[in-house]
C-alpha cells in the first residue's frame, strides 16, 4: 500500500521526521542553495525548538533554520531518507 503524502510548512514537521522540498520562495532560496539545499531534497527533522528553529539534517550535515524562513518553506512529509 503507498503511503499518501501530505503537504505543510516545514516549521510543522516534528523531529524524527523526514520529509522532501517542495516549494521554496525566491527571497530565501539562494540562501538554502548556499548550504546545499534546494527543491527535491529528502532531509531528516533532527530537532525542533519550540516557537524556534528547525534543525534538519542532510547527509552528514546538521543545519539550523530559523523559525520565519521555515515558515516560508512547503514540505512533503514521507520517508524517502
Known amino acids: 500500500m503507498k503511503k499518501t503524502l501530505s503537504s505543510t510548512k516545514l516549521n510543522k514537521i516534528k523531529a524524527s ?3 522532501c522540498i ?3 520562495p ?3 532560496k539562494y540562501e538554502l542553495i548556499r548550504l546545499g ?6 532531509l531528516f527533522c533532527v530537532a525542533k525548538i519550540p516557537f524556534g528553529a528547525v534543525v534538519i539534517q542532510k ?3 546538521e543545519i539550523a ?4 524562513f521555515a515558515s ?6 514521507g520517508n524517502e531518507v
Not at 539545499?37 to 529528502?42: A, L, N, Q, W
Request: no cysteine; aromatic share 8%.
Open 65 to 68: 533554520i530559523g523559525s520565519r
Open 26 to 28: 525566491d527571497e530565501i
Open 37 to 42: 539545499i534546494s527543491e527535491g531534497d529528502y
Open 17 to 19: 521526521e523526514s520529509f
Open 72 to 77: 516560508l518553506i512547503e514540505v512533503t512529509q
Open 22 to 24: 517542495q516549494k521554496i
Open 59 to 61: 547527509d552528514l550535515q
